[in-house]
């Protein structure tokens, strides 16, 4: 089994700072593709930003220029540095990551549980 755990949420102040992490642990022979979501009260979740293993970085229009995602492979962790926080990037911002457990099972993606961004003055 794998567990991701996210932390790094809280309240901030508009044009604020916070900086997102998600710490993936349990049976990993792989990390491929891992990425940030997002989900609003009363909205669908949607893809904030997303990291390939190599480092290829994509972004949603919306947050481009003021978020930047990373990862530190060694530590199987994913971090979302997040600038000028704007009161619309409040939401549940969730960890996913694509993870290989053995050498002879496909990857299979996993969830985090959640951390409540709220961005309000």
């Known amino acids: 089994q794998v567990q991701l755990v996210e932390s790094g949420g809280g309240l901030v102040q508009p044009g604020g700072s916070l900086r997102l992490s998600c710490a993936a642990s349990?049976?990993?022979?792989?990390?491929?593709?891992m990425g940030w979501y997002r989900q609003a009260a009363g909205n669908q979740r949607e893809l904030v930003a997303s990291?390939?293993?190599?480092?290829?970085?994509n972004y949603a229009d919306s947050v481009k220029g003021r978020f930047t995602i990373s990862r530190d492979n060694a530590k199987n962790t994913l971090y979302l540095l997040m600038n000028t926080l704007k009161p619309e990037d409040t939401a549940v911002y969730y960890c996913?990551?694509?993870?290989?457990?053995?050498?002879?099972?496909?990857?299979?993606?996993?969830w985090g549980q959640g951390t409540q961004v709220t961005v309000s003055s």
């Open positions: 349990g049976s990993i022979f792989s990390i491929y593709t």
């Open positions: 996913n990551a694509a993870v290989r457990t053995t050498t002879y099972r496909p990857a299979e993606t996993y």
């Open positions: 990291i390939s293993s190599g480092g290829t970085t």
